[in-house]
């Protein structure tokens, strides 16, 4: 069957945790169909990275998407009703794009991956083409929730979850089916669209990439990773290294705490003003920070769906410290091997008893998360049977996973 998969970052390297359910989607696909991916591309690195797709995808079309243009054109938006998320993920080449596609491939199916590209499938040229839409989580949700707090860009926060949310129950309404990761998120979706069926297609570990090939670190180190310009993890990474870490330090002499993964912004860059601190902006390979260190913490006080970093580092050996809105958006399966505590104070006991523990015993902890459940192709199956049922007319199920 021949499936047009669009996505609003280029799948590939799967290096953060959109690009990481997405790349594994894409792989799902492409087991049992021919997939044309479309992608926005947001600068020349992501470009670049292409031709690791081009042997899973039967084709690969990347749109560049101009930061500056999108910025003067969101702020002309405001007077509108179109979404943000939509006005800044948006190119005037994709249109012209999808149409030579279609016209060339005649695609049966199409897949949405995550809301700000489901206004693509519902347009034309492909308004005609039975979808699905890859929620993955509730964006909406997360816009109200910043729109919460006081400050300057409140108000946009909430213009923003309001209008995301009418195009979210718009979506649902036209789509052949709806996924999302959690339970958590489908309950909101409940809410969000009553009546509306959605499906729960959790995401996985590739587990044997991150099973670690030695014994576990004994050096006390604890490692945050993630992508440092999302602004959940930023200030994340900033409450940690200011609230909590100077109480472990204290405690565990020697402890080291690495702040792991590309575009770190200057408040995060700032943070490694204390020697304890490291900030390594992009690497690699993320598994060899998590084998050499002892346990991993992940403190965002705003998190929607499943937090990738979680399960990775369980599948690399080591407990990790959460805050309730991670713990929440995990699966059963990994939760034994974490923590959790919501405050300063708490966060920090909870790493500091973990530190003082036989290096063994903390990855007894991490393999009590029963992760061998929680194979990506095991969990992305469903999208399978769901592109089938779309091609053939047939209604999404209730019923959920």
Same mark, same amino acid.
């Given at each position: ?232 993890? *930023? %200030?994340? /990474?900033?409450? +940690?290294?200011?609230? #909590?870490? $100077?109480? !472990?330090?204290?405690?565990? @002499?020697? =402890? ?55 399960? *990775? %580092?369980? /599948?690399?050996? +080591?407990?990790?410290? #959460?805050? $309730?809105? !991670?713990?929440?958006?995990? @699966?059963? =399966? ?56 779309? %091609? ?10």
């Amino acid at each position: 069957m021949r499936v047009v998969f669009l996505t609003h970052r280029l799948p590939y390297a799967p290096n953060r945790g959109d690009r990481i359910r997405a790349y594994h989607l894409l792989r799902t696909l492409a087991t049992e169909h021919d997939v044309h991916l479309v992608s926005l591309v947001h600068d020349a690195q992501e470009a670049a990275e292409v031709d690791g797709l081009r042997s899973i995808a039967r084709s690969v079309t990347a749109i560049p998407v101009s930061r500056p243009a999108r910025l003067a054109a969101a702020a002309l938006s405001l007077a509108g009703d179109r979404p943000l998320t939509q006005v800044l993920l948006h190119s005037p080449a994709i249109h012209p794009a999808l149409r030579s596609l279609i016209a060339r491939e005649r695609p049966e199916v199409a897949v949405a991956f995550c809301t700000a590209m489901a206004r693509y499938t519902v347009e034309p040229p492909l308004s005609g083409v039975p979808w699905i839409l890859d929620m993955v989580d509730v964006d909406s949700e997360k816009w109200r929730t910043m729109g919460q707090a006081s400050g300057p860009l409140a108000m946009i926060y909430r213009r923003e979850a309001r209008l995301l949310r009418a195009f979210e129950r718009r979506a649902m309404s036209l789509a052949s089916a709806t996924t999302i990761v959690s339970e958590r998120e489908r309950t909101l979706l409940g809410q969000i669209a009553p009546g509306s069926a959605s499906l729960v297609v959790p995401n996985g570990i590739d587990v044997q990439a991150f099973h670690p090939p030695g014994p576990p670190a004994e050096t006390p180190d604890v490692i945050f990773c993630g992508v440092f310009n999302y602004g959940p993890n *930023e %200030a994340g /990474a900033r409450w +940690l290294a200011t609230q #909590v870490w $100077p109480s !472990v330090t204290r405690a565990v @002499p020697g =402890a080291t705490l690495w702040l792991v993964g590309m575009h770190p912004t200057a408040a995060v860059r700032e943070l490694a003003s204390d020697p304890t601190v490291r900030v390594t902006g992009a690497v690699p390979q993320v598994q060899p920070y998590l084998w050499r260190s002892a346990v991993a913490a992940a403190p965002l006080q705003l998190a929607r769906g499943i937090q990738n970093k979680v399960l *990775e %580092a369980l /599948a690399a050996g +080591l407990p990790c410290v #959460v805050t $309730p809105p !991670v713990l929440e958006g995990l @699966p059963d =399966a990994a939760r034994p091997g974490c923590r959790v505590a919501a405050d300063p104070a708490g966060f920090a006991d909870a790493l500091i008893e973990l530190l003082a523990l036989p290096a063994a015993e903390r990855r007894r902890i991490a393999a009590d998360a029963e992760l061998g459940r929680l194979g990506w192709g095991a969990q992305l199956a469903p999208m399978l049977d769901l592109v089938r049922q779309a %091609a053939a007319g047939r209604p999404q199920p209730a019923a959920t996973r």
